[in-house]
């Protein structure tokens, strides 16, 4: 008798215990929940994989060089565990289809989202125009920029330029001018590398080492920027980036070996961004747009919070009515549900388990498993009582009686389950993790920790006086 | 044993709900969601709702006219659309943008034709799956109770009480126009689920009830058996229901918005997988093995 006391007060105690490290680390956010994008929000995005062009044995390295490129272009812009995948999905008898599934945790603003992944970087070299070209080219620059103005123009401290303003597009483009199209581009890019200057005198006078860009160029890259360097000596080049230009350092002497620097008064955190742009490259396969899935912030928030509401209210009803109509065993079951819910909860963080809203639901049925295990076996205890049986006798046969439906009934739904996880979308996987989780986990705490709970209360021979089994009997039967 | 008495009664009557939910749905047809026909869903709130017919002028002169545009949350509005490109989405979410209201995306959901067809094989394979399974299981698990009635007449009764549970609240469903999403879909997975374990509680009771008639020899008619089995569990039947119900009920009325569709269509399931675990499964079974006494 007391060893079952003992067994019983060990899962209070782990109930207790889980329940505070669940709330702890909830409270303290050193190990939260992970929320799916449709709570947390963020962006889900399918792309399909143009794969027409590549051999079959092929295809999946492609596939995983795509996924690399992808990766690393959405980690230089420091999104949080981004998540990126390719999938085969079957067609049925259009054959198959590659995908890759880019999910984006907290990028709610699908115009960003798509902006990252597509994004490449175009890195080009540009030489001088001829110098007649140039002067008249800057000729009309600097008559663009003149601009009369008067006293008039001013109004409120404000300066107002009347007419159409300054046509800046136009200077943009004439300043494009001045240069010349080459054939090196970054496609030859070996790899970029984040360096610093020396630390030296700066503006102001203060000490501060200045991020650069070292580009390395692989052969034929080399070649031609030897070429250039030595075509161009005492002119400049211009490195231009997605069509505007970072800077137009002058060439003093021919320069072998592939080695380039470009340095444009970056900030640590733009040079670093750029660095990780230039080094992921080209996409390998083209890709294009078929899926996109975005969930605002607040919407995934409200869904948290009315689920969490909903969830209380539902136990706090569910286990007024078990107390209500069963008593003392329906009060353990309500003691057994608590514990069945802190395991759940831990193990959503332990494993850990990526909740959705469809998650949520499949835990919510768990919920109604569990209880339903302990009602079999409270209406199995009620008919032994009823039998004659001591009260001892009862709650032991009760157990055995039931144990049989329990174990059908649940292996059945595990089956459904399983076949629910393996065929499934990631959605109804999801649903099915979590309820099959709960089918297993409830079998214990609606059967073991319930059975020592109540053999731990129950007196072991003698018989029982009218309290007591007031107490054991339910409902309306005497 | 009123409910075997009337068995025919009853079976007639779930036959006919039946019948009935897949007349609607034939006539009707089922009303699925972008996420199976393909589509896009825009979702947005104003920090004041602006009124619907500014909407759809300013939908109409960027090129959007007819759009279904919903009134959504309190100040929010939702647009279904056919898929659309990048380009056409931004031009929808600045026509969405009317006046000086301040806007925000809640929720963009653009879904290409291919993926909602795999989503749509996907659900029909899982129930497929889940179907079989359940009728090995069952046949399995009623194998020593083989007289009067075969191990897999249990199966296949336990399915058409499973089809019977999912058949009806689609049928439903579909008459007060419920647009089928994934969440729906997850909905009449988990009453698979559910249904399942309702009916075989009361097998279990029957396969139990059999055995101990066998031991002592008692010659009872196979329909008293199952009408025995069908009172005994009848306040658990009940009971499990009523608990799940009143946390359906909690999650429909304070759950996210999200959801409510999700536990409209569980409840919805409970009720009849109740019904059909107490009213049609046991009956069928006495219908299919006959009046024979073992």
Same mark, same amino acid.
Request: charged share 15%; glycine share 10%.
């Given at each position: 008798?007391?060893?079952?006391?003992?067994?019983?007060?060990?899962?209070?105690?782990?109930?207790?215990?889980?329940?505070?490290?669940?709330?702890?680390?909830?409270?303290?956010?050193?190990?939260?929940?992970?929320?799916?994008?449709?709570?947390?929000?963020?962006?889900?995005?399918? %792309?399909?994989?143009?794969?027409?062009? #590549?051999?079959?044995?092929?295809?999946?390295?492609?596939?995983?060089?795509?996924?690399?490129?992808?990766?690393?272009?959405?980690?230089?812009?420091?999104?949080?565990?981004?998540?990126?995948?390719?999938?085969?999905?079957?067609?049925?008898?259009?054959?198959?289809?590659?995908?890759?599934?880019?999910?984006?945790?907290?990028?709610?603003?699908?115009?960003?989202?798509?902006?990252? #992944?597509?994004?490449?970087?175009?890195?080009?070299?540009?030489?001088?125009?001829?110098?007649?070209?140039?002067?008249?080219?800057?000729?009309?620059?600097?008559?663009?920029?003149?601009?009369?103005?008067?006293?008039?123009?001013?109004?409120?401290?404000?300066?107002?330029?009347?007419?159409?303003?300054?046509?800046?597009?136009?200077?943009?483009?004439?300043?494009?001018?001045?240069?010349?199209?080459?054939?090196?581009?970054?496609?030859?890019?070996?790899?970029?590398?984040?360096?610093?200057?020396?630390?030296?005198?700066?503006?102001?006078?203060?000490?501060?080492?200045?991020?650069?860009?070292?580009?390395?160029?692989?052969?034929?890259?080399?070649?031609?920027?030897?070429?250039?360097?030595?075509?161009?000596?005492?002119?400049?080049?211009?490195?231009?980036?997605?069509?505007?230009?970072?800077?137009?350092?002058?060439?003093?002497?021919?320069?072998?070996?592939?080695?380039?620097?470009?340095?444009?008064?970056?900030?640590?955190?733009?040079?670093?961004?750029?660095?990780?742009?230039?080094?992921?490259?080209?996409?390998?396969?083209?890709?294009?747009?078929?899926?996109?899935?975005?969930?605002?912030?607040?919407?995934?928030?409200?869904?948290?919070?009315?689920?969490? %509401?909903?969830?209380?209210?539902?136990?706090?009803?569910?286990?007024?009515?078990?107390?209500?109509?069963?008593?003392?065993?329906?009060?353990?079951?309500?003691?057994?549900?608590?514990?069945?819910?802190?395991?759940?909860?831990?193990?959503?963080?332990?494993?850990?388990?990526?909740?959705?809203?469809?998650?949520?639901?499949?835990?919510?049925?768990?919920?109604?498993?569990?209880?339903?295990?302990?009602?079999? #076996?409270?209406?199995?205890?009620?008919?032994?009582?009823?039998?004659?049986?001591?009260?001892?006798?009862?709650?032991?046969?009760?157990?055995?009686?039931?144990?049989?439906?329990?174990?059908?009934?649940?292996?059945?739904?595990?089956?459904?389950?399983?076949?629910?996880?393996?065929?499934?979308?990631?959605? #109804?996987?999801?649903?099915?993790?979590?309820?099959?989780?709960?089918?297993?986990?409830?079998?214990?705490?609606?059967?073991?920790?319930?059975?020592?709970?109540?053999?731990?209360?129950?007196?072991?021979?003698?018989?029982?006086?009218?309290?007591?089994?007031?107490?054991?009997?339910?409902?309306?039967?005497? | 044993?009123?409910?075997?008495?009337?068995?025919?009664?009853?079976?007639?009557?779930?036959?006919?709900?039946?019948?009935?939910?897949?007349?609607?749905? &034939? *006539?009707?047809?089922?009303?699925?969601?972008?996420?199976?026909?393909?589509?896009?869903?825009?979702?947005?709130?104003?920090?004041?709702?602006?009124?619907?017919?500014?909407?759809?002028?300013?939908?109409?002169?960027?090129?959007?006219?007819?759009?279904?545009?919903?009134?959504?949350?309190? @100040?929010?509005?939702?647009?279904?659309?056919?898929?659309?490109?990048?380009?056409?989405?931004?031009?929808?979410?600045?026509?969405?943008?009317?006046?000086?209201?301040?806007?925000?995306?809640?929720?963009?959901?653009?879904?290409?034709?291919? /993926?909602?067809?795999?989503?749509?094989?996907?659900?029909?394979?899982?129930?497929?799956?889940?179907?079989?399974?359940?009728?090995?299981?069952?046949?399995?698990?009623?194998?020593?109770?083989?007289?009067?009635?075969?191990?897999?007449?249990?199966?296949?009764?336990?399915? =058409?009480?499973?089809?019977?549970? =999912?058949?009806?609240?689609?049928?439903?469903?579909?008459?007060?126009?419920?647009?089928?999403?994934?969440?729906? /879909?997850?909905?009449?997975?988990?009453?698979?689920?559910? &249904?399942?374990?309702?009916?075989?509680?009361?097998?279990?009771?029957?396969?139990? @009830?059999?055995?101990?008639?066998?031991?002592?020899?008692?010659?009872?008619?196979?329909?008293?058996?199952?009408?025995?089995?069908?009172?005994?569990?009848?306040?658990?039947?009940?009971?499990?229901?009523?608990?799940? =119900?009143?946390?359906?009920?909690?999650?429909?009325?304070?759950?996210? *918005?999200?959801?409510?569709?999700?536990?409209?269509?569980?409840?919805?399931?409970?009720?009849?997988?109740?019904? &059909?675990?107490?009213?049609?499964?046991?009956?069928?079974?006495?219908?299919?093995?006959?009046?024979?006494?073992?």
């Amino acid at each position: 008798m007391w060893k079952t006391r003992i067994v019983a007060l060990l899962f209070v105690a782990l109930g207790v215990l889980l329940g505070w490290y669940v709330f702890h680390s909830e409270k303290t956010e050193s190990n939260p929940f992970h929320l799916g994008l449709d709570l947390s929000g963020g962006s889900y995005l399918v %792309y399909k994989a143009d794969v027409s062009a #590549i051999s079959e044995g092929e295809v999946r390295d492609s596939m995983d060089a795509l996924r690399d490129v992808i990766e690393r272009r959405i980690n230089a812009f420091g999104v949080a565990e981004p998540n990126v995948n390719t999938e085969t999905h079957s067609l049925g008898i259009d054959g198959t289809e590659e995908r890759l599934i880019v999910e984006l945790p907290g990028v709610t603003d699908l115009d960003e989202a798509v902006r990252m #992944i597509g994004q490449t970087p175009l890195l080009e070299f540009k030489v001088e125009a001829p110098s007649a070209d140039r002067e008249a080219i800057q000729a009309q620059i600097d008559d663009l920029l003149s601009v009369q103005v008067s006293k008039a123009d001013i109004q409120d401290g404000t300066l107002t330029i009347g007419g159409d303003g300054i046509d800046f597009a136009k200077i943009q483009e004439l300043q494009n001018e001045l240069y010349l199209n080459t054939d090196l581009t970054g496609k030859y890019l070996d790899k970029a590398q984040l360096q610093f200057t020396q630390a030296g005198i700066k503006n102001g006078g203060g000490l501060q080492a200045e991020p650069i860009i070292a580009l390395s160029f692989d052969r034929e890259g080399s070649e031609l920027f030897e070429s250039l360097t030595r075509e161009n000596v005492g002119k400049t080049i211009a490195i231009y980036l997605d069509g505007s230009i970072i800077s137009a350092p002058v060439v003093n002497d021919v320069i072998s070996g592939g080695q380039a620097v470009i340095s444009g008064n970056f900030t640590i955190d733009e040079a670093k961004t750029l660095v990780g742009r230039l080094n992921s490259g080209a996409l390998p396969i083209p890709i294009e747009l078929i899926s996109t899935n975005t969930v605002g912030p607040t919407l995934g928030q409200d869904a948290v919070n009315a689920g969490v %509401y909903a969830g209380i209210v539902g136990l706090i009803l569910v286990s007024v009515i078990l107390i209500l109509w069963y008593r003392l065993p329906g009060l353990i079951a309500v003691v057994a549900l608590g514990i069945y819910t802190a395991i759940m909860l831990w193990m959503f963080k332990f494993i850990p388990v990526t909740l959705t809203s469809a998650g949520i639901t499949g835990f919510i049925i768990s919920i109604g498993i569990a209880v339903d295990a302990n009602i079999l #076996i409270f209406e199995r205890m009620k008919e032994e009582l009823k039998a004659g049986n001591t009260l001892y006798n009862a709650v032991k046969v009760g157990f055995t009686r039931a144990w049989a439906s329990i174990r059908d009934a649940n292996i059945s739904s595990i089956i459904s389950a399983i076949f629910l996880f393996w065929f499934g979308t990631a959605l #109804i996987k999801g649903f099915a993790l979590v309820f099959g989780l709960g089918i297993i986990v409830s079998m214990f705490t609606a059967i073991t920790v319930t059975r020592f709970f109540l053999l731990s209360l129950t007196k072991r021979e003698g018989t029982s006086g009218a309290i007591t089994r007031f107490l054991y009997q339910n409902g309306f039967n005497k | 044993m009123f409910i075997i008495k009337y068995r025919k009664f009853f079976i007639g009557f779930s036959a006919l709900l039946v019948l009935a939910s897949i007349i609607v749905v &034939s *006539v009707r047809g089922l009303d699925y969601g972008i996420e199976f026909t393909g589509g896009s869903v825009l979702e947005v709130s104003y920090d004041e709702r602006p009124d619907i017919d500014l909407v759809h002028t300013s939908l109409a002169e960027a090129g959007f006219p007819d759009m279904l545009v919903q009134p959504f949350g309190d @100040n929010g509005y939702v647009v279904k659309t056919q898929s659309l490109s990048e380009e056409q989405r931004q031009q929808l979410v600045s026509a969405m943008s009317v006046g000086d209201r301040e806007l925000s995306i809640e929720r963009f959901n653009s879904i290409g034709p291919s /993926v909602g067809r795999e989503l749509r094989t996907k659900s029909l394979y899982a129930l497929i799956a889940v179907s079989l399974g359940i009728i090995f299981f069952v046949a399995y698990a009623f194998r020593h109770v083989a007289k009067p009635v075969s191990s897999w007449r249990y199966g296949i009764v336990a399915v =058409i009480a499973l089809l019977h549970d =999912i058949i009806i609240p689609v049928g439903i469903l579909t008459l007060i126009g419920t647009e089928i999403d994934t969440l729906y /879909v997850v909905g009449l997975l988990s009453i698979l689920g559910l &249904s399942v374990n309702d009916t075989i509680v009361v097998f279990d009771r029957i396969r139990e @009830n059999l055995s101990t008639n066998q031991e002592k020899k008692i010659a009872e008619a196979f329909p008293t058996t199952v009408g025995m089995a069908i009172n005994q569990t009848m306040t658990r039947s009940i009971f499990t229901s009523l608990t799940l =119900i009143v946390v359906l009920v909690a999650l429909y009325v304070a759950g996210p *918005v999200a959801t409510q569709t999700l536990s409209l269509v569980l409840l919805l399931g409970m009720i009849v997988g109740t019904y &059909s675990s107490i009213f049609l499964a046991s009956p069928l079974l006495t219908l299919l093995g006959g009046n024979k006494t073992k």
